[in-house]
C-alpha cells in the first residue's frame, strides 16, 4: 500500500500553513511580537517543505538541511526571539501537521499503522531538526552575548588578573547589574567544547546577574556564582572551584580554581572539584622539582623489568591504608605476593612503608610519575 506524502502538499500549501503558524506565534508567544511576518514566514515555509520531503522519502535529513535547520535557528537568535520561544513555536508547528495528518479524508481511509508510520517518521525528523536549529540559536546567541558583554569578559579578566581597586570593582558591577553585597564562588572549566559549556552555565541563575558571571577566557569556560542561589551545574569536563569570598577577593578564589581544574585534567578526573576534595594533587603539579627529587629517592632505585608491578603494588597498598590484605584483595592477588612485593620495595629503597613520612613521599613520587606518563589533554 502506498503511503500518501504528510500534508501539507505543495508550495501554497505551505505558505498557507506557515502563515496560519504565524499567526498563532503572535498570540501564544510574546517573544514573536513586533517582528516583521517576512522576516520569519519564508523561513517557516522552506522548513516545511524540507519535513515533507523527508518524511515522504522515509529518509534522514542530508548535511545541507540540518544546516538549513542551523539557520532556521541562527536568524531567530539574531531577531532577539529566545531559544525558548523558538521550541515553543516548533512544537505548535509539529503539533499542526500532525493534526492535519489525522484530520485528512486519505488518512482516515488508512490502516492505523500507516498513521502510526509517518507519524514516527515525522517525529524523528522533527528531534533532528530540533537539535540543529538549537544548535544555530546557541551558536548566534553565544556570539551576541560575547560581542554585548565584552564588559563582562573584561571584568572576569581584570579580576583574574587582580587588577581592580575595590572601588572599581564595585562600580564595574554595579555597571553589569551584579549585586556587590554576599560570597561568590570562582569556577574554571577545562573542556573539549568551551563555547558550549559557557551557555550551559550561563542557564543557571547563579551563574548570571545579579548574582555570578560566567565567560571564556583562555579557552576555557569561566566566572564566579553564589552557591546560596543554586548548585553549579556540572558539564562535561575538568571543574575547579575555588573557595567562596568577597567579590572583592575573588582573585585568589580564580587562582585556586584554575589550580584544581588544571590538576584534574592531568589527572584525568573528570567532574566537578574543590581544593580540598583534590588536595595534595594540587600541589604534585604545582611544585615538580618536589616530584622528580622524590621520584629519584624512591623509584629510581627499582630494577627496570619489575619496577611496574610492585610500584602498582605499593600504590595500592598506601590508598589501602597501608593494609596488605586489602591490597591483595583489590589487586586479585595472593597475600604473599603483595608481601613479597612490598619487601622487595623496602629492600631497594632501604625506607619502611610504615614510616608516614616514607609514606607521603613515596605517594608523592608516584603522582608524579602517573603525571609523567599521563600526556595531557588539549
Given at each position: 500500500?502506498?503511503?500518501?506524502?504528510?500534508?501539507?502538499?505543495?508550495?501554497?500549501?505551505?505558505?498557507?500553513?506557515?502563515?496560519?503558524?504565524?499567526?498563532?506565534?503572535?498570540?501564544?508567544?510574546?517573544?514573536?511580537?513586533?517582528?516583521?511576518?517576512?522576516?520569519?514566514?519564508?523561513?517557516?515555509?522552506?522548513?516545511?517543505?524540507?519535513?515533507?520531503?523527508?518524511?515522504?522519502?522515509?529518509?534522514?535529513?542530508?548535511?545541507?538541511?540540518?544546516?538549513?535547520?542551523?539557520?532556521?535557528?541562527?536568524?531567530?537568535?539574531?531577531?532577539?526571539?529566545?531559544?525558548?520561544?523558538?521550541?515553543?513555536?516548533?512544537?505548535?508547528?509539529?503539533?499542526?501537521?500532525?493534526?492535519?495528518?489525522?484530520?485528512?479524508?486519505?488518512?482516515?481511509?488508512?490502516?492505523?499503522?500507516?498513521?502510526?508510520?509517518?507519524?514516527?517518521?515525522?517525529?524523528?525528523?522533527?528531534?533532528?531538526?530540533?537539535?540543529?536549529?538549537?544548535?544555530?540559536?546557541?551558536?548566534?546567541?553565544?556570539?551576541?552575548?560575547?560581542?554585548?558583554?565584552?564588559?563582562?569578559?573584561?571584568?572576569?579578566?581584570?579580576?583574574?588578573?587582580?587588577?581592580?581597586?575595590?572601588?572599581?570593582?564595585?562600580?564595574?558591577?554595579?555597571?553589569?547589574?551584579?549585586?556587590?553585597?554576599?560570597?561568590?564562588?570562582?569556577?574554571?572549566?577545562?573542556?573539549?567544547?568551551?563555547?558550549?559549556?559557557?551557555?550551559?552555565?550561563?542557564?543557571?541563575?547563579?551563574?548570571?546577574?545579579?548574582?555570578?558571571?560566567?565567560?571564556?577566557?583562555?579557552?576555557?569556560?569561566?566566572?564566579?556564582?553564589?552557591?546560596?542561589?543554586?548548585?553549579?551545574?556540572?558539564?562535561?569536563?575538568?571543574?575547579?572551584?575555588?573557595?567562596?569570598?568577597?567579590?572583592?577577593?575573588?582573585?585568589?578564589?580564580?587562582?585556586?580554581?584554575?589550580?584544581?581544574?588544571?590538576?584534574?585534567?592531568?589527572?584525568?578526573?573528570?567532574?566537578?572539584?574543590?581544593?580540598?576534595?583534590?588536595?595534595?594533587?594540587?600541589?604534585?603539579?604545582?611544585?615538580?622539582?618536589?616530584?622528580?627529587?622524590?621520584?629519584?629517592?624512591?623509584?629510581?632505585p627499582l630494577d627496570h623489568d619489575e619496577?611496574?608491578?610492585?610500584?602498582?603494588?605499593?600504590?595500592?597498598?598506601?590508598?589501602?591504608?597501608?593494609?596488605?590484605?586489602?591490597?591483595?584483595?583489590?589487586?586479585?592477588?595472593?597475600?604473599?605476593?603483595?608481601?613479597?612485593?612490598?619487601?622487595?620495595?623496602?629492600?631497594?629503597?632501604?625506607?619502611s612503608l610504615k614510616d608516614p613520612h616514607?609514606?607521603?613521599?613515596?605517594?608523592?613520587?608516584?603522582?608524579?610519575?602517573?603525571?609523567?606518563?599521563?600526556?595531557?589533554?588539549?
Amino acid at each position: 500500500m502506498t503511503v500518501p506524502s504528510v500534508p501539507p502538499f505543495g508550495q501554497a500549501d505551505y505558505e498557507n500553513l506557515a502563515r496560519h503558524l504565524w499567526r498563532r506565534f503572535l498570540r501564544e508567544i510574546p517573544a514573536y511580537r513586533g517582528i516583521s511576518e517576512r522576516r520569519i514566514v519564508p523561513s517557516m515555509v522552506a522548513a516545511l517543505g524540507r519535513i515533507d520531503a523527508a518524511v515522504r522519502a522515509r529518509r534522514a535529513f542530508t548535511a545541507a538541511e540540518l544546516d538549513e535547520f542551523q539557520d532556521y535557528g541562527r536568524l531567530r537568535a539574531r531577531l532577539g526571539v529566545p531559544l525558548e520561544a523558538v521550541l515553543r513555536g516548533w512544537q505548535i508547528m509539529i503539533s499542526e501537521i500532525i493534526e492535519r495528518i489525522g484530520g485528512r479524508e486519505t488518512w482516515q481511509q488508512l490502516p492505523g499503522s500507516a498513521l502510526m508510520s509517518v507519524v514516527s517518521a515525522l517525529l524523528a525528523a522533527s528531534d533532528a531538526a530540533t537539535v540543529a536549529l538549537s544548535a544555530g540559536h546557541r551558536e548566534v546567541q553565544a556570539q551576541l552575548d560575547r560581542g554585548q558583554d565584552s564588559r563582562r569578559d573584561d571584568l572576569i579578566r581584570s579580576l583574574v588578573a587582580g587588577q581592580f581597586t575595590t572601588d572599581e570593582l564595585r562600580g564595574h558591577a554595579k555597571d553589569l547589574g551584579l549585586r556587590t553585597e554576599g560570597l561568590r564562588a570562582a569556577f574554571r572549566v577545562i573542556g573539549s567544547d568551551p563555547a558550549y559549556t559557557e551557555w550551559t552555565l550561563r542557564q543557571c541563575p547563579a551563574c548570571r546577574p545579579p548574582h555570578g558571571l560566567t565567560a571564556l577566557l583562555e579557552g576555557d569556560a569561566v566566572g564566579f556564582y553564589d552557591p546560596r542561589v543554586a548548585d553549579l551545574p556540572l558539564p562535561d569536563g575538568y571543574v575547579g572551584v575555588g573557595p567562596t569570598t568577597k567579590l572583592p577577593e575573588l582573585t585568589r578564589s580564580f587562582r585556586i580554581a584554575g589550580r584544581v581544574a588544571e590538576t584534574a585534567n592531568l589527572f584525568a578526573l573528570p567532574g566537578r572539584h574543590t581544593l580540598d576534595e583534590i588536595g595534595l594533587l594540587v600541589a604534585v603539579v604545582g611544585d615538580p622539582d618536589i616530584g622528580a627529587a622524590m621520584a629519584g629517592k624512591y623509584l629510581t632505585p627499582l630494577d627496570h623489568d619489575e619496577a611496574s608491578p610492585i610500584l602498582d603494588t605499593v600504590d595500592c597498598y598506601l590508598s589501602a591504608g597501608l593494609n596488605a590484605s586489602e591490597t591483595a584483595n583489590r589487586m586479585f592477588l595472593h597475600h604473599n605476593t603483595v608481601r613479597h612485593r612490598l619487601t622487595r620495595f623496602e629492600e631497594l629503597t632501604g625506607v619502611s612503608l610504615k614510616d608516614p613520612h616514607v609514606a607521603l613521599q613515596v605517594w608523592w613520587a608516584l603522582r608524579y610519575r602517573e603525571l609523567r606518563a599521563r600526556p595531557r589533554e588539549q
